[in-house]
């Protein structure tokens, strides 16, 4: 399979634990998307990288969380004290772009954040 | 930011009937883009269709561009049909709130 795969599926902690997910893009895509979707909602934009740079952040990432893609290739997205408010669905998306693309975004299955 | 409205937001159908989703959005784009959300919670990309129509089997979408919208077709629904529509515009893609299909046999 070579689409975008996250990991872990599911995730429930507790409070005020720190959270770390994976997301592995299809392996030609330069750049690599985070989203964050709550029941009932599309997805929102949280941030997004071209190869190992992230170019935009979201007014939604607090500085409890960051994200990172140190050889251009996975992303990792951690959470800090993790509140209840931060239970959603996290959505990791790739897309091949160079100038004049057709820059279709592919999604992974997410990751879904429970915190008790 | 740009604001996108999808209608209608239920949609109820009956296999083999035709449909039409909307999609409204504020201010000129230049990637407009549809996914269905499946029951499983799985996007997957329908169309990236900044102006213009395409086709693709049952599916078709047309944007017109310079009035703001974009418009889904399903033809002949089927049951695998039903999940979520979404509509998403913009460099980082703002997603309207979708539209929840129930296609029943």
């Known amino acids: 399979d070579t689409g975008v795969s996250q990991d872990p599926r599911h995730k429930i902690t507790k409070r005020g634990q720190n959270v770390t997910f994976r997301c592995d893009p299809i392996?030609?895509?330069?750049?690599l998307y985070w989203y964050r979707q709550t029941l009932g909602q599309g997805p929102e934009f949280l941030t997004y990288?071209?190869?190992?740079?992230?170019?935009?952040k979201s007014r939604l990432l607090s500085d409890r969380f960051s994200a990172e893609r140190p050889k251009g290739s996975f992303s990792t997205l951690e959470i800090q004290r993790t509140e209840q408010g931060d239970s959603a669905m996290y959505l990791c998306?790739?897309?091949?772009?160079?100038?004049?693309?057709?820059?279709?975004?592919?999604f992974g299955s997410g990751t879904q954040l429970s915190v008790l | 930011g740009i604001q996108v409205e999808q209608s209608p937001p239920d949609l109820i159908l009956q296999e083999g009937a035709n449909s039409t989703l909307r999609c409204n959005f504020s201010?000129?784009?230049?990637?407009l883009q549809w996914f269905h959300q499946n029951p499983w919670g799985q996007l997957i990309n329908l169309f990236y269709?900044?102006?213009g129509t395409k086709q693709n089997g049952r599916l078709s979408a047309t944007t017109v561009a310079t009035e703001r919208y974009s418009l889904l077709y399903i033809s002949s629904s089927q049951t695998t049909d039903s999940g979520v529509y979404f509509c998403?515009?913009?460099?980082?893609?703002?997603f309207g709130k979708g539209i929840t299909l129930s296609v029943r046999p």
């Open positions: 998403a515009v913009g460099s980082k893609l703002t």
């Open positions: 998306a790739s897309s091949l772009h160079y100038r004049g693309s057709n820059e279709k975004l592919f």
């Open positions: 201010d000129s784009v230049n990637n």
């Open positions: 269709i900044p102006s």
């Open positions: 990288f071209q190869n190992e740079a992230q170019l935009e």
């Open positions: 392996s030609e895509h330069n750049r």
